[in-house]
């Protein structure tokens, strides 16, 4: 019987109907002390669900940990856009993702934006993202939504969920890609210094339309991936998929020195592929060195007139990018570092951007029948080799890792790993702490909720102080 219920369930995508408070959950082992902060994780989690939107576009829903002195509490909260407060006071779903408006929907609405992909922290704010509009800032200890946040009008339009903190200077890097407006090939970038103001804010032209949902940043250069997910107002008018899989149109990736301009940007290309994440990258001598998470064919996507990508290509490996910049050629090289699937690479945040000796990424089993489905953890060191594996259960499923130093001053990768983990049996969550450098020892505590945490995107540890 309870076989039978896993069997049906097989997944942990659906939303949960509610906001909860838990000031005091159960812990298995014994969290440890230094850990004393907030993981606060962001995924998709419609209000009300839509026959016709993409999982991606579900409305936001932030999930905070706190954990303190060995005490945990766990708290949710939809964040409140605009979208999201016109369908609560409409008591249905009224837009379809990517813009596109439900029959009977008011002429006068827009759809604000989900704000569903990551939570950052950054100059005193809390910042939830996605990568079409502005980011929403939220209350740290209530989850309460305060609205846009636009630099005081310094900047506009999109804003990616992947910028990069520089942790020399504390400058936030950003994109936006669609910057011209919906499925444009226009894509916007600039940096915001350690104190929140906006320093720059520039504009450039891709080859083509594309879903650009992370970007490269090192000590001297900023790199954009442009791969062919392809954006099409035409299509999108016609009821065809807005964004859609056409990989004759290669691969590029534009490179701009970070104190340079837009119009200097180098394109590089390379064969056609897919990356949704990267690790992290750094410069050696003339040469970029970049790790991605890089799939044959976008996954969760279709070609152009609606026919599925194949499966067996859509699944990402560690990959690594090389570029050189005083060669004689505008071709960067792929190189698999693993043949595991994976997902959601990250790395000790104090080396964004600088050369890095450790890494970690939620893996498939590959034992399993699951296809795609993230339920073990890798440790892999600056060359890609593992260090460490670890394996969930039969059927439970991992999110993100994300790292937390032991403090401030402790060495590269010493420190902790947090992950929500599905309990598939249970059907419900934990949040797992595992030792960064012995993952394969398995959690040190598990901290237990009463009820799951659907499968997300991305979150971010701040710590109390």
Same mark, same amino acid.
């Not at 980011?135 to 989850?143: A, M, N, R, V, W």
């Given at each position: 019987?309870?076989?039978d ?67 945990a509490?766990?708290?949710?909260r ?24 439900l ?46 946040h ?34 444009? /090939? ?5 940096s ?16 083509y ?7 490269i ?5 900023l ?18 998929p ?37 690790m ?9 060195i ?12 279709t ?23 005083a ?6 090289q ?10 959601? /690479? ?19 089993? /590959? ?29 439970d ?9 032991r403090?401030?001053?402790?060495a ?13 049996r ?17 959690p040190?505590?598990l ?19």
């Amino acid at each position: 019987m309870q076989q039978d219920a896993v069997a049906e369930r097989r997944h942990n995508l659906g939303p949960i109907p509610f906001e909860a408070d838990a000031p005091f959950l159960k812990i298995i082992g014994e969290l440890p002390r230094e850990l004393n902060g907030t993981l606060y994780r962001n995924g998709p989690n419609p209000q009300f669900e839509s026959p016709v939107a993409h999982w991606f576009v579900g409305d936001g829903m932030l999930h905070a940990f706190h954990l303190e002195n060995g005490r945990a509490s766990h708290r949710n909260r939809w964040i409140r856009t605009s979208k999201w407060l016109a369908e609560h006071d409409a008591g249905r779903a009224l837009f379809g993702g990517f813009g596109r408006k439900l029959p009977d929907t008011p002429a006068n609405l827009t759809d604000g934006g989900v704000a569903n992909t990551n939570i950052i922290f950054h100059a005193g704010k809390l910042l939830a993202l996605e990568e079409l509009h502005l980011p929403t800032e939220i209350e740290p200890g209530t989850l309460a939504t305060r609205g846009y946040h636009n630099y005081q009008g310094r900047i506009a339009g999109t804003f990616t969920a992947h910028p990069k903190i520089d942790p020399v200077t504390g400058e936030l890097v950003f994109f936006g890609y669609n910057a011209a407006g919906p499925l444009t /090939p226009a894509l916007s970038y600039g940096s915001i210094d350690a104190s929140g103001k906006a320093t720059r804010f520039e504009r450039f032209e891709a080859p083509y339309a594309s879903m650009v949902h992370d970007f490269i940043v090192t000590e001297n250069h900023l790199l954009f991936p442009i791969l062919p997910l392809t954006g099409s107002m035409e299509r999108a008018m016609s009821g065809r998929p807005p964004y859609a899989w056409e990989p004759d149109k290669g691969a590029y990736v534009g490179v701009i020195k970070r104190k340079g301009s837009a119009k200097d940007i180098v394109w590089f290309r390379a064969e056609a592929c897919y990356v949704f994440h990267v690790m992290n990258a750094w410069e050696e001598g003339d040469r970029i060195i970049a790790d991605v998470m890089q799939f044959e064919e976008a996954p969760l996507f279709t070609h152009p007139d609606g026919t599925p990508t194949n499966p067996e290509k859509s699944f990402a490996r560690h990959c690594r990018w090389t570029f050189d910049l005083a060669g004689n050629t505008d071709r960067f090289q792929q190189t698999y570092l693993d043949d595991l699937t994976g997902e959601f /690479p990250r790395i000790d945040d104090r080396r964004a951007g600088l050369k890095s000796g450790h890494g970690w990424y939620a893996c498939a089993n /590959p034992t399993l029948p699951m296809f795609g489905a993230l339920s073990g953890v890798v440790h892999v060191d600056g060359k890609g080799k593992r260090l460490g594996h670890y394996l969930l259960p039969a059927g439970d499923t991992i999110s993100e890792p994300v790292f937390v130093q032991r403090s401030k001053d402790a060495a590269e990768g010493d420190g902790w790993l947090l992950a929500v983990v599905w309990r598939a049996r249970e059907n419900r969550s934990d949040l797992a702490v595992f030792n960064a450098g012995d993952i394969e020892a398995g959690p040190v505590a598990l901290v237990q909720l009463g009820h799951r945490v659907p499968d997300g995107f991305h979150g971010n540890w701040v710590g109390a102080q």
